[in-house]
């Protein structure tokens, strides 16, 4: 029973538009969400997140948006640059409950120059 | 600058062998944990531990242990080590409850032949 589901498993963008990453949950006691990027060979580092509480939130070219109504989110990137190829985990945690986060299955980006 | 390291990039291992894979990190984090990542998967929870000697169960403990006997460190062992144990495995480690990001570090390739 997947809990956070990344459908697309990967994306290919050309180079300077935009990339959306799409990520749907469905525990409604998530109350925060996290974006991770992973190269091959390398631990997930940690790319953006976003409370509950908001609907969006902006750190330079990372656009992260939540529709709580929906059990969605997204993150979008623009422009797309080809550094930006990489796999990216859509990741949701609850506050009220353990440490632990629950990941989805990825989507590989590739941005084409 | 939060440093999460592991014991080993790479592992080859046989069947039935007992494996341990060291993680440490030292940032005083009281919470770590251990993650197996599989394509098309994502990254799914082993065991993580909140505080020195304490444990838990993640998603898929069968075939693992852990051992936290200090708190910069955290072990997972496969007790016998099976062909389907052949995985890329994180660590990684956050603070205490809250919207915490999680770290990790670079990852073990364990093959087991």
């Known amino acids: 029973d997947q809990q956070v589901k990344q459908n697309s498993p990967s994306l290919s963008v050309q180079e300077g538009r935009i990339s959306i990453l799409n990520c749907d949950y469905t525990n409604s006691m998530f109350d925060y969400f996290l974006w991770y990027k992973k190269y091959p060979a390398e631990g997930p580092t940690f790319l953006i997140s976003i409370s509950s509480i908001k609907d969006k939130n902006e750190d330079g070219r990372f656009t992260v948006f939540l529709n709580k109504s929906a059990k969605h989110l997204s993150l979008h990137i623009v422009p797309s640059q080809p550094g930006d190829s990489a796999v990216y985990f859509c990741a949701a945690g609850s506050s009220g409950s353990a440490r632990q986060l629950t990941f989805g299955s990825g989507t590989q980006l590739t941005v084409l120059p | 600058d939060v440093k999460v390291t592991q014991s080993s990039r790479y592992l080859v291992k046989r069947t039935g062998e007992k494996v341990f894979l060291e993680c440490v990190q030292d940032m005083d984090h009281e919470n770590m944990f251990w993650y197996r990542q599989d394509p098309g998967l994502g990254l799914r929870l082993i065991y993580f531990s909140y505080d020195v000697k304490m444990k838990e169960k993640g998603d898929i403990p069968e075939g693992y242990s852990v051992s936290r006997e200090k708190k910069e460190r955290f072990s997972l062992i496969l007790e016998s080590a099976s062909t389907n144990q052949t995985s890329m495995y994180l660590c990684?480690?956050?603070?205490?409850?809250?919207?915490?990001?999680?770290?990790f570090g670079p990852g073990t390739r364990l093959l087991v032949l």
């Open positions: 990684a480690s956050t603070l205490t409850s809250g919207q915490e990001t999680q770290y």
